[in-house]
C-alpha cells in the first residue's frame, strides 16, 4: 500500500470509526456487532502505526468513546476515566504478560481475573461518604452528570458503610473518593421492558446494553425510575487520602485490586459476582477460560474477562498511554454462533407497513437457547449478504438478544439455490410496496392493508394506549378478518349482535369486552395520544403533549413553535406530529373518535397543580441554568400557567437566573423583583 493510499483508507475508516463511536455510545443504536467495530478500529490503528505521518491528535484510536448528550450539565473528573486495549487473542494476551515480564523482571506476576461488564461506565463520587454525584465517562475527560437517574437505582447505597463510626472494623471511607464501575440492566428487566414494547407495537431494544445506555441518559428521572437499573463496581479514580497513604496507615486492603474488592464490598457497594487471582500467564489463560463457562450465569452481560496487575504498586510503575492503562488488558470473548439452515424468509407487516424480514431456521442450540427463527433486519440487508433459501447461516447472539443472521457458509451453498427476491408486493394485502428516499424500510403503502390495520387497533387497545382488555391478538384478527374493524374508530361501532355470532357462550366475554371499550372512552388524554401511532411519538412525548395541549383537537391543530418549546420535542417528532396531523384521515380519525364520544380525559399533573401558583405570574430569564434550557424553563413556566418576557419592571414576578447573569440581574435588585435560581423554581413548580 502506498502512503496515499494508506492516507485514503485512514481517512474512510475514521469516519466509519468515528459513526459508529457516534451510534453506539451516543444513540446507544449501534449497527454493527462489536467484532466487526473491534476489526475496523484494529485496521484503523495497524495502519496508523505503519503510516506514522497520518496521525492526528483526534483520531478515534487515541480518545475514547464520548457519550456526551445535549442536555445534560457535564462534570470534569477528577481522575480522567480511561479505556482498556482489548483483544481476541490468546497470543496478544501473552504478549501483553510479556511486556509486563520485561518490565519486572520476573514471570510469575499476580494478576486479578474480573468479567468485562457489558454495561455504561460510570464514576460515583463519595464525599465523607456520602454519595454526592454519579458521572457518566463521556470523553474519559469529561462526563454527563446523570446523579439524579442514578439515584433510582436501588443498589446504589446513599453512604458507605463505615462511614458514620470512623472506627468501624477498620474499614477506612476516604474523604472524597471517585469509585467506577458499570450501569446495567438484567436480561429479566430487559425481557420485561421488551415485552411490553412489543404490546404497544414500539420498535424491540437489540440487548440489555442498548436499553441501559438509552435509560441513563433520559431526562426525564421519572421514566429512568421506571425501568430497573443495576450497578457493579470494580474501579477506583481519585482518592483522598490515596490509596498509598492509607496503605502506608496499615489499610492493606487498599493495596491491590483483589483487596479492593473486598474493601467495596465492606463499604456496602455491589461488586462483581465474582473474580480470581492468578499467578504468570498459564494459570491466568486457565482462569479466563473458566470465567468464560461460568458468565452465562452472571446476571449482567459479560463480554470478555479484564485481566489486570493486582499489585497497585505494579500498576503505578507500569503506567498508561494517553487512552488505556499497560497494566490492564480485555481479553474479549467471540460471540457464541452457531451454523444451521435457513429453511424460508418470512415477511412481516407492522404498524406503520415496515416489511420486515425473519428467517425460518432449522432448530439449533445457542447459548442455552433453542433458536429457530433470526431478524435478518431489513431488504438491503439480504441482498449485502446474499442470503439465500436453503443455504447454511450463521446466527449469532452476542450481546444481542434477539439473534441475528451474521453470514452465509458458501461452502455448503448448493448448486440449484437462487438469491432471494424481496417481494415486491405486500405478502398481505397484494399493494406495490414503495422504498421512500433516504430510508432502508420497505412499506406496504396501503393503510387499509388488514396487517397494519390489525397491528394499528392492536397498538390503540394495548397496556400502553387506551387499554382495552379482551382486545388482543386473536380478538383482534378475529374482528379484522370479519370486516368489523377497518380502522381504530370502528372499535367503538362494534355491536353486541356481532360479537355474539362468534361462539356459543360468548355472553359473558362480549358483554367484559364491550364494558371495556366503553370505559376506553374516558381514557387519559396521553394514552390516546400514544394509541394513535405517530411516527417517532412514544408514551414519554404523549405524556408531554398532553399536559401541554390537554385536547385532541388542540394537538392537532398546534404550530410548530408550539411543540418545539416543549421539553422532549425536537425537530423530528414536531414535524412527524406536523406530517401526521395534515393527513386527512387522521384528521378524520380525530373527529370520528370524539363523534363517537370518545372524551379523554387530563387528571391534575404537577404542572396543572402548580399552575394556580404561577397564574398570571411574569418571568424574566437571564444567565445559564445548570440542567434547563432556556426553552424548556419557558415551556416549564407556560405549561404552569406563567408568562415570560424579555425585560425586568416592576411588574415582572420573579427573575429567573443562572451563572452569567447581566444587566437584568441588576436591575431586578435595584427594583427589589425577586430573584429565584434553578432549585427555587423546580420547588415554585411543585417537582
Ligand atoms: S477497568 C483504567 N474492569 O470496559 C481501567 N473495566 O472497554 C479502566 N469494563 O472503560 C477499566 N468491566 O467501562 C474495568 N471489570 C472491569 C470492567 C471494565 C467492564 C468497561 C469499562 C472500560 C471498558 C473498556
Not at 458507605?160 to 472524597?176: C, D, F, N
Request: proline share 4%.
Amino acid at each position: 500500500m502506498t502512503s496515499a493510499e494508506a492516507q485514503q483508507r485512514i481517512a474512510q475508516l475514521r469516519a466509519q470509526v468515528g459513526r459508529h463511536d457516534d451510534l453506539y455510545y451516543r444513540q446507544a443504536k449501534p449497527e454493527i456487532a462489536d467484532f466487526d467495530y473491534d476489526r475496523l478500529k484494529r485496521e484503523l490503528a495497524d495502519l496508523e502505526a505503519q503510516f506514522p505521518e497520518s496521525m492526528e491528535a483526534d483520531s478515534p484510536t487515541t480518545r475514547v468513546g464520548d457519550d456526551r448528550l445535549e442536555g445534560f450539565v457535564t462534570f470534569r473528573h477528577r481522575q480522567p476515566m480511561q479505556s482498556l486495549d482489548n483483544t481476541y487473542s490468546e497470543a496478544e494476551l501473552r504478549a501483553f504478560h510479556q511486556r509486563l515480564v520485561k518490565l519486572f523482571g520476573r514471570e510469575d506476576l499476580a494478576y486479578v481475573v474480573e468479567p468485562k461488564i457489558d454495561g455504561i461506565a460510570v464514576s460515583l463520587t463519595y464525599e465523607k461518604g456520602r454519595f454526592v454525584r454519579a458521572v457518566t465517562r463521556g470523553s474519559g475527560i469529561e462526563g454527563d452528570d446523570i446523579t439524579a437517574n442514578a439515584q433510582t437505582i436501588y443498589a446504589l447505597p446513599r453512604e458507605l458503610k463505615g462511614a458514620s463510626s470512623r472506627a468501624a472494623k477498620g474499614v477506612p471511607v476516604p474523604g472524597s473518593v471517585e469509585i467506577r464501575g458499570e450501569i446495567f440492566m438484567t436480561l429479566a428487566e430487559f425481557e420485561r421492558i421488551n415485552r411490553e414494547r412489543e404490546e404497544a407495537g414500539e420498535v424491540l431494544f437489540a440487548n440489555p446494553r442498548n436499553l441501559a445506555a438509552g435509560t441513563i441518559k433520559q431526562l426525564d428521572a421519572r421514566e429512568v425510575a421506571r425501568r430497573k437499573l443495576e450497578v457493579v463496581l470494580y474501579g477506583l479514580g481519585f482518592c483522598e487520602p490515596t490509596p498509598e497513604q492509607s496503605a502506608r496507615d496499615g489499610a492493606d486492603l487498599l493495596g491491590t485490586q483483589s483487596g479492593l474488592h473486598g474493601l467495596l464490598k465492606a463499604w456496602g457497594l455491589p461488586t462483581v459476582e465474582r473474580f480470581w487471582t492468578a499467578r504468570g500467564i498459564d494459570e491466568t489463560w486457565r482462569v479466563v477460560q473458566e470465567l468464560d463457562q461460568l458468565r452465562h450465569s452472571f446476571a449482567y452481560a459479560t463480554d470478555g474477562a479484564v485481566i489486570k496487575l493486582d499489585s497497585f504498586a505494579q500498576q503505578r510503575e507500569a503506567g498508561s498511554t494517553a487512552k488505556a492503562p499497560r497494566w490492564a488488558i480485555a481479553y474479549k470473548f467471540t460471540a457464541e454462533r452457531a451454523e444451521t439452515r435457513l429453511k424460508a424468509i418470512t415477511v412481516q407487516v407492522g404498524r406503520t407497513g415496515v416489511l420486515t424480514p425473519v428467517a425460518e431456521l432449522e432448530p439449533v442450540q445457542l447459548a442455552g437457547t433453542t433458536v429457530s427463527r433470526a431478524t435478518l433486519h431489513n431488504r438491503d440487508e439480504i441482498g449485502r449478504k446474499d442470503i439465500r433459501v436453503g443455504d447454511f447461516v450463521q446466527v449469532e447472539k452476542a450481546g444481542e438478544v434477539i439473534p441475528a443472521v451474521v453470514g452465509v457458509n458458501l461452502a455448503r451453498r448448493l448448486p440449484d439455490c437462487v438469491a432471494y427476491v424481496f417481494p415486491s408486493q405486500c405478502p398481505v394485502c397484494g399493494t406495490r410496496v414503495v422504498q421512500y428516499d433516504g430510508e432502508v424500510a420497505v412499506r406496504c403503502p396501503n393503510v387499509g392493508c388488514p396487517a397494519q390495520v390489525r397491528r394499528r387497533v392492536l397498538h390503540f387497545a394495548s397496556k400502553a394506549g387506551v387499554d382495552i382488555e379482551g382486545l388482543g391478538e386473536a380478538m383482534v384478527g378475529t374482528l379484522v378478518e370479519k370486516g368489523w374493524v377497518k380502522g381504530i374508530a370502528d372499535i367503538y361501532r362494534l355491536r353486541r349482535d356481532d360479537l355474539l355470532t362468534l361462539g356459543k357462550s360468548v355472553e359473558k366475554s362480549t358483554d367484559n369486552l364491550l364494558a371495556a371499550v366503553e370505559a376506553s372512552k374516558r381514557a387519559e388524554l396521553w394514552r390516546v395520544v400514544n394509541g394513535l401511532g405517530i411516527t417517532h411519538v412514544g408514551a414519554a412525548a404523549a405524556k408531554e403533549l398532553a399536559a401541554r395541549f390537554g385536547s385532541l383537537e388542540a394537538l392537532a391543530e398546534a404550530p410548530r413553535d408550539d411543540l418545539l418549546s416543549i421539553g422532549g420535542i425536537g425537530d423530528t417528532m414536531a414535524d412527524a406530529i406536523i406530517a401526521h396531523f395534515n393527513e386527512p384521515r387522521n384528521r378524520d380519525l380525530v373527529s370520528q373518535l370524539l363523534n363517537l364520544g370518545v372524551a379523554p380525559t387530563t387528571p391534575m399533573r404537577p404542572a396543572a397543580v402548580a399552575a394556580a401558583a404561577l397564574a398570571g405570574k411574569t418571568f424574566v430569564l437571564t444567565g445559564t441554568l445548570p440542567s434547563l434550557s432556556r426553552e424548556t424553563a419557558t415551556a416549564k413556566i407556560e405549561v404552569a400557567g406563567g408568562r415570560v418576557s424579555g425585560s425586568v419592571s416592576r411588574k415582572t414576578s420573579y427573575v429567573l437566573a443562572g451563572e452569567d447573569a447581566g444587566s437584568k440581574l441588576e436591575k431586578a435588585r435595584s427594583l427589589g423583583v425577586p430573584v429565584i435560581d434553578e432549585t427555587e423554581f423546580r420547588q415554585l413548580l411543585g417537582e
